[in-house]
């Protein structure tokens, strides 16, 4: 898949929702042709991002928040709660810590877990996850925790396996094998003309070579523009029916899943930039995860209307993702584009644009609502403001801002920081037309031998909501790490990988008669738990009868 087509799949789909039939065909012997089965015949779902791929470990996927989506086709270890608690998926795996300087976990899949194949979940599937992280340059992949671990003992097609970490890290252990990152080994071994076994040993040596055939069937096999039933098969509890000419993604159980039986027959989950207005006159919009803007359609005042509105200032943290090479190649070179950008105007932007008021943030490694957050205000207090002579070492420099677009709201904080930088000589470019993702950075990637190679890209910095949880692995977030996290905020301050601005907006719409619907702003979003939703007609009736 074309980078760029992140850029461009929201303004298709916001030309026009066209009903999409799903199948049809003579059903009795009458001759006549039946009503074909549209994807607006179904329950819905539409989010806040484009609907690339299925894997949200790779950049394209992080970058668009494809945890929307993937978080129950491919279950995390631990699944994020509505209220920040991580709750173990035991359906999966039980895990056991064991004490000492290298923290270790020992991880015991279930018996049963399998993939909607049938074919079962093995320790192999999170040995491919760790080397995908290991080997970020040549997988493409975005798995910040990975860099925490040692080593991941393992043998083939076990059940067991125990994660080594680093000495004195791995304190968020937990964020590892996130929602939508543990893929199915056998099924990409196969799309690469390898045994299951073949793989593994590739893993476990680093066989470059090998990997070099198996990196890009990881990273673009699971798109969703070419959809492979025979490679995405699945582990939650939803399987991929079809993918619509619209980019909707049509959900129907997994019949391996080894938990219970999602509630709901059938779920349509709507890309980014779909027009909920027309979603919602065909019937089919029963949850929404909506942009700025986008909330005149539900009228409040209309006794028939069962939409609600819930808005919150998220857990995540839009961040600009900064390159590690071309113009800001350099720790003092991202110090002093840092320096130019104005966090509280940037915020303001956001608040303005979507309605929400949301604070700026200063901190890397805990969200902005966090407890421990205040006792680290002065860190983040002295990176909110702006130091225009600092700024002023990259006079005469252009930075080239990409995000997933179009996005009004974005675009504004854009423009806040092209602002604020000018007076020190920078120019702000705003190139979400162009390109949109992590895979678009300049960026340093080790090779084959170890060594830095330069992988070129056409921006220096990608927008997008982070969870500073998952982002950053070696600072703990008990209270008793609170020195460990301040050495980690001052660290990545000289590094300055990123730029945390502000807090991200969110906005549902929420269909009364559905049950089990619980609001969640992190990255799994709403659907976090979208197996337990409840509604007395999902549209499923449409899809027996056929």
Not at 138 to 154: A, I
Not at 299 to 318: A, C, Q, S
Not at 413 to 425: F, H, T
Request: glycine share 10%.
């Amino acid at each position: 898949m074309a980078i760029r087509q992140l850029v461009g799949v929201t303004v298709a789909v916001l030309t026009t929702l066209s009903l999409v039939a799903c199948s049809g065909g003579p059903a009795d012997g009458t001759g006549e042709e039946p009503a074909a089965v549209q994807s607006t015949d179904f329950f819905g779902y539409l989010v806040d991002t484009p609907l690339l791929t299925t894997n949200a470990g790779s950049e394209v996927g992080s970058s668009s928040n494809t945890e929307a989506l993937s978080g129950r086709l491919y279950p995390a270890v631990f699944v994020p709660g509505p209220s920040g608690q991580m709750i173990p998926n035991t359906d999966l795996v039980t895990t056991q810590v064991l004490p000492g300087a290298n923290r270790q976990v020992v991880y015991t899949l279930t018996e049963n877990a399998r993939y909607s194949d049938g074919v079962p979940v093995t320790c192999t599937d999170f040995l491919l996850h760790y080397k995908a992280g290991v080997h970020a340059g040549l997988f493409g992949s975005h798995l910040p925790q990975t860099r925490e671990v040692l080593r991941l003992d393992c043998e083939p097609g076990q059940k067991r396996f125990t994660v080594v970490f680093n000495e004195n890290s791995g304190g968020r252990w937990r964020h590892l094998f996130g929602p939508g990152t543990v893929l199915p080994s056998h099924a990409v071994a196969a799309k690469a003309g390898l045994s299951e076994h073949e793989l593994h040993t590739a893993l476990a040596t680093d066989d470059w070579v090998t990997l070099s055939e198996v990196a890009p069937v990881w990273r673009d096999g699971f798109d969703l523009d070419a959809f492979d039933p025979q490679l995405q098969v699945t582990s939650g509890p939803f399987v991929i029916d079809r993918v619509g000419e619209q980019g909707e993604v049509v959900l129907v159980p997994n019949e391996h899943y080894y938990g219970d039986a999602p509630n709901l027959r059938t779920i349509v989950v709507w890309p980014g930039g779909t027009d909920p207005r027309q979603l919602d006159e065909a019937g089919a919009l029963r949850i929404a995860d909506i942009r700025s803007g986008q909330k005149d359609f539900v009228d409040r005042d209309d006794p028939t209307n069962t939409l609600t509105i819930e808005e919150r200032v998220g857990d995540l943290t839009d961040t600009l993702v900064l390159a590690n090479a071309g113009v800001l190649g350099s720790p003092w070179a991202r110090q002093a584009f840092a320096a130019c950008v104005d966090q509280r105007a940037v915020a303001a932007e956001s608040s303005r644009v979507s309605g929400i008021e949301v604070p700026p943030v200063g901190l890397h490694s805990l969200q902005h609502n966090d407890p421990l957050a205040p006792l680290l205000a002065d860190v983040a207090e002295g990176h909110l403001g702006t130091d225009l002579t600092r700024a002023q070492g990259l006079w005469g420099t252009t930075v080239r801002i990409g995000y997933a677009g179009p996005n009004e709201r974005k675009a504004a904080m854009v423009e806040a920081i092209r602002a604020s930088c000018e007076p020190a000589g920078v120019t702000v470019v705003d190139a979400s037309a162009e390109a949109g993702t992590l895979a678009d950075l300049s960026r340093l990637v080790t090779g084959q031998w170890g060594g830095q190679v330069l992988r070129e890209g056409t921006l220096d910095a990608v927008l997008l909501a982070v969870d500073p949880l998952a982002e950053v692995g070696s600072a703990s977030a008990r209270a008793n790490a609170l020195a460990d996290l301040r050495a980690e905020e001052e660290k990545l301050w000289e590094d300055v990988p990123g730029i945390p601005l502000s807090a991200q907006p969110r906005r549902f719409v929420i269909d009364r008669t559905v049950g089990n619907v619980v609001v969640y702003t992190g990255l799994a979003g709403i659907g976090w738990n979208m197996d337990r939703w409840l509604s007395e007609d999902d549209g499923g009736s449409a899809d027996a009868d056929e």
